[in-house]
């Protein structure tokens, strides 16, 4: 069963029960408002680090201390699936949010200062990198092609089109960081470049495999081509939401790209 409570409860709740090991991780945590005192929550610490005279929105510094409790077997897998608690950050993540919203202040978690009592400054957080963004190499050339593509574009589909780039281009800058934002970007930018516009019915040929769409013409009975037409459409949209159609907006031949059968399009 999944658990559906937030990582700062669980953690709490696990620690109540008493004999599990933890360790003890400290972290920096910018503001630019002034607030004084303190809380202790549980095993959650969060304090003035900096005692100096500030200027109205100048950054402060605070301290995160808390206590996490540690997995019997931290390197254990679970099986992937497609419930599950998942917001894109941690224990210390959720303090922070929690603080901003309760508070009203601009609160920043910054890095790990130290863990279990033995200093230590990570200059950047641990997380992961979006590999096909870094993997490869690009031609600056290329863009010459494309930006032809976009001057072709109807005029009345480049406010939604500029807006849908930009809101794409914000989910590149932080989808290491908040990978649930990015997720969001990427929706909204979706639904800013369809808006109003009607894909009308959505054909096994939008989805531009040739070879695909040819394998299924080949069947000879009708009703069985039909229902196999519509299996593949529907385990696409389950797979990839939205169906990689060449519907409106139309602005003409589009350049030739590389396409890879069965491949996500990475962000």
């Given at each position: 069963m ?17 004999d599990v ?15 004084v ?14 005692f ?20 019997s077997d931290p ?38 200062v130290?863990?279990d ?8 957080r ?6 096909p ?25 480049h ?22 934002m990015?997720y ?84």
């Amino acid at each position: 069963m999944t658990d559906e409570k937030m990582f700062f409860i669980r953690n709490k709740e696990d620690l109540e029960k008493g004999d599990v090991k933890s360790r003890v991780t400290e972290y920096e945590v910018i503001s630019d408002a002034h607030i004084v005192g303190d809380v202790t929550y549980g095993p959650y610490y969060l304090t003035i680090w900096e005692f100096s005279i500030k200027q109205e929105g100048e950054e402060r510094k605070f301290c995160l201390r808390l206590r996490e409790s540690i997995p019997s077997d931290p390197f254990s897998v679970g099986t992937a699936r497609r419930s599950g608690f998942y917001h894109g950050g941690g224990i210390p993540d959720e303090l922070v949010a929690l603080a901003s919203l309760f508070l009203r202040r601009r609160f920043k978690l910054g890095p790990i200062v130290r863990e279990d009592d033995i200093p230590r400054l990570y200059g950047k957080r641990e997380g992961w990198i979006d590999k096909p963004l870094i993997m490869g190499k690009s031609n600056l050339g290329d863009l010459s092609k494309w930006l032809e593509f976009v001057e072709r574009l109807e005029s009345k589909y480049h406010l939604r089109f500029i807006l849908a780039v930009k809101l794409y281009h914000q989910a590149l800058l932080i989808i290491e960081e908040h990978p649930d934002m990015a997720y969001l970007n990427l929706i909204s930018a979706i639904e800013v470049l369809c808006d109003e516009a009607n894909i009308g019915e959505v054909k096994l040929a939008d989805l531009n495999d040739a070879e695909l769409t040819e394998l299924v013409a080949s069947v000879k009975d009708e009703d069985l081509r039909s229902k196999i037409e519509r299996a593949i459409l529907k385990q696409y949209f389950r797979n990839y939401g939205v169906p990689n159609t060449r519907s409106t907006p139309h602005c003409g031949d589009e350049p030739e790209i590389e396409t890879r059968r069965n491949t996500p399009v990475a962000i």
